[in-house]
């Protein structure tokens, strides 16, 4: 009587530390958003003579942006966090820029993000969205123009010679605590049963 109360008992148990995990696990993977991705930026651009651009000796961008490009965030296409770095351009254009990313329509056709430094310098990255002036849907792709603004001088134009926001490799996050426990705990529940094996 006892034994089968015992066993009646594990087997409870164990269901239990199952189902327990299962849940816990599916409550971990539901606090990431399938449409936050992060977006690579390298770049090199030539200059517009016509606009007083110019490159000393190479312009070149970096960096990334973090994005949601699903349509169901409040607000759709949102930007989390933008971090490049620009050099050789002339005038000046210094970043890091990190500061108010902002998108918008460029010529009625393209999307521009534009991100500023704590200079008073602002980047325009000028490239194609599937809906111009949003990042919903946005996976990358090639950049199309790229513009500076200096706080002493207006706007320069650069062209891209090569150029792409390009999405990173998603990381695999690491499983939350409880998670590790209620396994190692469900781990725990099959050792009866191997015993009186």
Sequence with gaps: MFSTFRNTTFAA??????????????LAGGTAR???ITLDLSATA??????GALCTPT????????????????????????????????????GPFT??????IFSSAFTSLSVADAAGDVLNLIFITPT????VGYTGGSLTAVTGE??????AFWSPVSGSLTEAAPTVPEPPSLVLLLMALAGLGMVPRTRRA
């Design 59 to 94: 312009c070149k961008l970096g960096g990334d942006i973090v994005i949601d490009n699903s349509p169901s965030p409040p607000p759709p296409g949102a930007i989390h966090s933008a971090d490049f770095t620009a050099t050789g351009f002339s005038p000046s254009v210094a």
């Design 46 to 51: 030539a200059p517009n003579s016509q606009t």
């Design 132 to 135: 111009p002036g949003s990042l």
């Design 99 to 104: 500061i108010n990313p902002t998108i918008g």
């Design 34 to 36: 399938a449409g936050v």
């Design 13 to 26: 148990l164990r269901t239990g530390i199952f189902a327990a995990t299962f849940v816990a696990a599916g």
């Design 150 to 155: 200096s706080n002493v001088s207006g706007p």
